[in-house]
């Protein structure tokens, strides 16, 4: 009985915490798309009232299967009007916060899933 994962390629989230993510040995303190096709790039934005209907087509672009949303510190659901472009190419996405996020973008990228997770990290007000 084998009781280790196959080994995996993509990109793992090795830890998170208020105002940042680790992936691998970095800690990342701006808000990030990363994807279990290896992609990495920065989300231009710092608070979840920034977002927008391009951030969503931004996404939809990365021909991913299934979109994993971390909202930040609280669950917060992205207004209907934003997903369009994911609606339009049958992309499913799931909404959650930013540390529920990384945990469920690491198990399906580790069993190989072709996801993206799109992480809100927010500016700290202090």
């Given at each position: ?30 808000s ?22 391009d ?55 580790g069993?190989?899933?072709?996801v ?11």
């Amino acid at each position: 009985m084998k009781l280790h994962p196959d080994i995996v390629n993509a990109p793992i989230i090795s830890g998170y915490g208020t105002g940042w993510i680790g992936i691998g040995n970095e800690k990342v303190h701006a808000s990030t798309v990363i994807s279990s096709s290896g992609q990495r790039i920065a989300w231009h934005c710092d608070a979840f009232e920034q977002l927008g209907p391009d951030h969503f087509a931004q996404l939809a672009s990365l021909g991913s299967e299934l979109v994993i949303f971390g909202s930040g510190l609280r669950l917060r659901f992205p207004q209907a009007a934003w997903l369009q472009a994911l609606i339009e190419r049958r992309i499913g996405i799931e909404t959650m916060d930013t540390q529920a996020a990384c945990r469920t973008y690491n198990i399906l990228a580790g069993e190989g899933r072709n996801v993206v997770a799109a992480l809100l990290i927010e500016r700290s007000s202090g």
